[in-house]
């Protein structure tokens, strides 16, 4: 069966019409009805007072002057003060991230959030796993898994890219001037520097 043009027209507007706003709405359904979760553990509720950030930048700027002192140096933060901290800094830096929250476990890191993605109509749920590396020249973030809400496969392998683009972009501005170790335990992150 061959289409005339009229009818071929009709049928591309049709689906312009109406299969552009359908797959909107359907985009819009699964991004804000499937989620990954938070990293949040039952019973261990992480709230992210903005004094507990300067805590956080108390903490850190103790440990660099102990460092430049030629002294070996550590601190231990706790992922309420790391929260705190990545919250203002996604303020500071005006990025598309909220309801941040970071936990820390034995296993490593883990931070949970949404994230504005510009070619979607909602914010996603974005669930990500990893450790942190503190050896070269600016601080890095391992991702070992990322997680979306309930986005088909193309759309979320589009979002992983894009929180992944993010996540890099801001870790360049994080220029570390000596050496450190990290460990994890729960709820907290134990950093260990070298002059």
Do not use: N
């Not at 103790?62 to 992922?79: I, P, S």
């Not at 392998?157 to 994890?184: N, P, S, T, W």
Request: some cysteine; aromatic content about 6%; overall charge negative.
């Amino acid at each position: 069966m061959m289409l005339s043009p009229l009818r071929l027209i009709s049928w591309l507007l049709a689906l312009l019409i109406v299969g552009l706003p359908a797959a909107a709405i359907a985009f819009f359904v699964l991004a804000i009805t499937g989620s990954p979760g938070s990293c949040e553990e039952e019973g261990r509720p992480i709230a992210a007072e903005p004094s507990l950030a300067a805590s956080f930048q108390q903490d850190l700027d103790q440990l660099k002057a102990t460092l430049d002192a030629g002294r070996v140096a550590t601190v231990v933060l706790d992922d309420r003060e790391v929260t705190a901290r990545a919250r203002l800094w996604s303020e500071e830096h005006d990025l598309p991230i909220s309801d941040i929250v970071v936990c820390f476990s034995a296993a490593g890191a883990a931070a949970s959030g949404k994230i504005d993605i510009p070619f979607l109509p909602v914010d996603v749920d974005v669930l990500i796993r990893g450790t942190v590396d503190l050896t070269g020249e600016h601080a890095e973030i391992v991702i070992e898994e990322i997680e979306v809400g309930g986005l088909p496969g193309p759309v979320a392998e589009r979002v992983k890219a894009v929180v992944d683009d993010l996540i890099e972009d801001q870790m360049e501005e994080l220029e570390l001037g000596h050496f450190y170790g990290v460990a994890f335990e729960e709820g907290e992150m134990t950093i260990s520097g070298q002059p």
